[in-house]
Nanobody, 128 residues
């Protein structure tokens, strides 16, 4: 079992930045694909970014490429999402997720159902 706890959300003006963190505990964290998803009001939970177990491979949805950066610190059991140049469309609840080691290299990496563990989410609100 893996427990995930997100933090770092808040209210920011358009063009600003936020850094989200996801603290993992429980089973060995280092072997998992880690990802961020987001869910806006009335919409589906969508994929944002994923990272492999060693932090050497990352994958992003097109809308955040060049603005968001996912990273991980295995020693600290932590995954972060640095979000820059935020836009009102980025307003959502952001969720951290953990999946199998190889998941990040497959097309299923963007599928919510492919992930085994989830955090409770953290709210990000971007005001225009």
């Amino acid at each position: 079992q893996v427990q995930l706890v997100e933090s770092g959300g808040g209210l920011v003006q358009a063009g600003g930045s936020l850094r989200l963190s996801c603290a993992a505990s429980g089973r060995t964290f280092s072997g998992y694909t880690m990802a961020w998803f987001r869910q806006a009001p009335g919409k589906e939970r969508d994929f944002v970014a994923a990272i492999n177990y060693s932090g050497t491979y990352t994958y992003y949805t097109d809308s955040v490429k060049g603005r968001f950066t996912i990273s991980r610190d295995t020693a600290k059991n932590m995954v972060t999402l640095q979000m820059n140049t935020l836009q009102s469309e980025d307003t959502a609840v952001y969720y951290c997720a953990a999946g199998s080691t190889s998941l990040v290299f497959t097309r299923e990496r963007e599928f919510r159902k492919a992930y085994d563990y989830w955090g409770q989410g953290t709210q990000v609100t971007v005001s225009s």
